[in-house]
């Protein structure tokens, strides 16, 4: 858990580790109590809990080439043979002549070594993340604007890695136009010259929700500085978000269970009810649960995008009865000013980050599910292809891509539909996909599928601002100097490339 936590430093939240260590560590005792009425001895018990604890993260990593070849015998066996493992090592340890209290000596200094490395790195996180937190502050900008009596939803849509068309046609080989006309047709300008700021998620949207670009954070953190945090702080409390709350706008957002894309202060934070985070699911990929249910971890991936489409379809009317009744959310605050309560109905701004058609590829383009024979995660380009081939990657890709496109359409039609007014949507992709992206060289990517992005926005009133290669860091400029009259200068339309272990070092592509 220390280790996965410090690999994604300043990304996953200290409230989703310490959940983690916390219920590990109540299992641990729980095992140790029951070994200790079996065996009536404080150290052998001890040694048992131990190792079960090993056993039960061992699966997914020291044990894989074990269970690997009897990945299609059925969960029982897979668990029997897990189980006998484990009732062999506690026969062992409880019947081998041994001085068990130098044993258990040893094994505390080694178990404190093991944890040793990961756990400063973790601290040292957590004081990076403090420090930063009093250096960087998001951007202010001089927003005055003239509020209308009437104000249309916002609806910001993040694809995570949909291409731009000419990117879909020369290195996928999809003709993407029946959807990009469908959109036409429904009001959409298509910036088909459009590209991602930056070539990373975090750094996308923190740039876009900021309405400017990242030199000073950039300049505060460090070019060989690694920790996310303050991108991840710019997203939770954006220029954006604070501004449409002054014009009396409800904050509706989407957990997209990547902590680092959420406004966990939102007015309304919808969820499933049932789900995990994505490093709570990537940790239950190196324990017992992975090799005894192979397929798990793909269903809560998928649950989790297909509960995205949902309740966006399901905004516009509950947000007439105030946000407060979606099937399967959970929410955080209970908002003021809300229908029932005033009897005028509020602007909704809604953020959500839908992590497809991005890898993991789990759906067919009719829906159908898929299971990649892979080991769960999230991972993109090289990291990616590491296990796999390009064939695979483009196949898997084009398959989701049609599945995400076709919800797009029904979701799009169904906010339209319901909706009291003409909404304003904005369909964006924080990046291009990684088929063709090294994560350590720019040399060796094709920056144009990384950086060429989707970005499509239907603004009733005022296409008349939007331009072929508007990129996301003018995407709200232009959008509020049309609705509430800000006087916001466009920046120029730039992109930036950087690799995994050196994010800060951003190197302009155009």
């Not at 192979?294 to 297909?306: A, F, S, T, V």
């Amino acid at each position: 858990m220390l280790a996965l936590s410090s690999q994604n430093a300043g990304i996953v939240s200290t409230r989703e580790l310490a959940t983690c260590l916390l219920a590990t560590s109540g299992l641990a005792i729980l095992v140790w109590a029951s070994a200790f009425v079996a065996v009536r001895h404080r150290l052998r018990s001890a040694l048992v809990a131990s190792l079960f604890i090993l056993l039960l993260f061992a699966p997914g990593r020291m044990l894989a080439p074990i269970f690997a070849p009897l990945s299609t015998m059925v969960p029982a066996l897979r668990f029997l043979l897990w189980l006998g493992l484990f009732l062999v090592g506690v026969v062992v340890l409880g019947k081998v002549r041994m001085d068990v209290r130098s044993a258990n000596a040893l094994l505390n200094v080694l178990a404190l070594g093991w944890v040793a490395l990961p756990a400063l790195r973790v601290t040292g996180d957590l004081a990076t993340r403090r420090v930063l937190s009093n250096v960087v502050r998001p951007p202010t900008l001089d927003l005055v604007g003239t509020s209308r009596p009437q104000t249309p939803d916002i609806y910001y849509i993040v694809l995570d890695g949909y291409a731009r068309a000419d990117v879909l046609h020369d290195v996928y080989g999809l003709d993407n136009s029946a959807f990009l006309n469908a959109l036409a047709r429904r009001g959409f300008f298509v910036a088909d010259g459009s590209a991602a700021n930056y070539s990373q998620t975090l750094f996308s949207l923190a740039s876009a929700l900021n309405l400017d670009y990242l030199d000073d954070v950039v300049r505060l953190v460090g070019a060989n500085g690694v920790n996310r945090w303050p991108l991840v702080q710019m997203v939770d409390d954006s220029v954006a978000v604070r501004f449409l709350r002054e014009q009396g706008y409800t904050i509706a957002a989407l957990a997209s269970a990547y902590s680092g894309t959420e406004i966990a202060g939102a007015d309304v934070f919808a969820a499933p009810q049932c789900s995990l985070t994505y490093f709570q699911n990537l940790l239950l990929g190196t324990t017992l649960f992975a090799v005894l249910f192979p397929k798990l971890q793909y269903d809560i991936h998928r649950d989790r995008i297909e509960y995205a489409f949902e309740w966006l379809r399901s905004v516009p009317g509950e947000q007439r009865r105030g946000l407060r009744s979606v099937p399967g959310k959970q929410q955080t605050a209970e908002p003021e000013g809300l229908p029932g309560q005033s009897g005028a109905r509020d602007p909704v701004f809604v953020l959500a980050h839908v992590v497809a058609p991005h890898p993991p590829f789990v759906f067919d383009q009719d829906g159908s599910p898929l299971y990649p024979r892979r080991p769960f995660s999230l991972v993109d380009g090289s990291h990616y292809l590491s296990t796999s081939s390009r064939k695979e990657y483009i196949d898997g890709y084009r398959r989701q891509l049609a599945f995400v496109s076709q919800q797009l359409a029904v979701t799009i039609d169904a906010i339209i539909a319901q909706s009291e007014e003409p909404p304003v949507i904005i369909l964006q992709a924080d990046h291009g996909p990684g088929v063709m992206l090294d994560w350590e060289s720019a040399d060796n990517t094709n920056l144009a599928e990384r950086l060429s992005i989707l970005n499509a926005m239907v603004l009733p009133g005022a296409q008349e601002s939007l331009y072929p290669t508007v990129s996301p860091v003018n995407t709200f400029r232009v959008l509020f100097n049309a609705l509430f009259g800000t006087q916001l200068d466009l920046l120029p339309d730039k992109s930036y490339f950087s690799t995994a272990s050196h994010p800060y070092q951003l190197m302009q592509v155009h």
